[in-house]
């Protein structure tokens, strides 16, 4: 069973400071993660999405991928109250056919 | 920019009322999906759909149908709504590529089934 796992918060950071997500997954053959943004009763709307190991970075944003530690992350930089949401990761699996997983998501409040 | 939509943000239907839900996607992808979404659970996969006329069930596709007869659309059907069928449902699209699968997300589908 493939699966993706996020702390599921609530992670709270002051404005102006580094938001750290993490996301640990469970299968080596992973090709692709992506992190979404959903804000409360909105869909999920894609942000980043990271493909190699190593950092990728957009704005604010940087996507960190480590395939050996099966880890994704995601940090904020100068984290603003309007990043307050939840971020859903998700890894995309070859199982014959490729299959995207979601985390359940880690809730972000940044404090003003 | 991607663009998904979905035939209503808000439905109340009553139990036993058959339901269809519509998915439009402009951007040519192969690739469709229904999923829904309740607190605590998460995104849950329904079906998805690799072509026209084409489908795969996904993780709880009991109680759900779905139709694409063009590739730019993809209804879900609720052959006879429960209650426990009250949701959010988001459709998504995404094409078919090297490295991976962005998926994009419709509105959703605020479904109440009293």
């Known amino acids: 069973q493939k699966e993706v796992e996020q702390n599921s918060g609530p992670l709270s950071v002051p404005e102006g400071a580094i938001a750290s997500l993490n996301c640990t997954y469970s299968?080596?053959?992973?090709?692709?993660f992506f992190w979404y943004r959903q804000y409360s009763g909105k869909s999920p709307e894609l942000i980043m999405s990271i493909y190699s190991n190593g950092d990728k970075e957009d704005g604010r944003f940087t996507a960190q991928l480590n395939k050996a530690s099966q880890y994704v992350s995601l940090l904020i930089r100068d984290s603003q109250p309007s990043d307050s949401a939840t971020y859903l990761c998700a890894g995309c699996f070859n199982t014959g056919g490729f299959k995207t997983i979601f985390g359940a998501g880690t809730r972000l409040f940044v404090k003003a | 920019d991607v663009k998904v939509t979905q035939s209503s943000r808000y439905l109340v239907k009553r139990t036993g009322e058959k339901v269809f839900l519509e998915c439009v996607q402009d951007m040519d992808h192969e690739n469709m999906f229904w999923y829904r979404q309740d607190p605590g659970l998460g995104l849950r996969l329904i079906y998805f759909s690799y072509d026209v006329k084409m489908k795969e069930k996904g993780d709880i596709p009991e109680g759900y149908s779905v139709s694409r007869e063009k590739k730019e659309r993809f209804s879900l059907i609720l052959e006879s709504a429960s209650t426990n069928q009250t949701s959010m449902y988001l459709c998504a699209s995404s094409t078919t590529g090297q490295g991976g699968y962005e998926q994009y997300f419709g509105p959703g589908t605020r479904l109440t089934v009293t």
């Open positions: 299968d080596r053959g992973s090709q692709s």
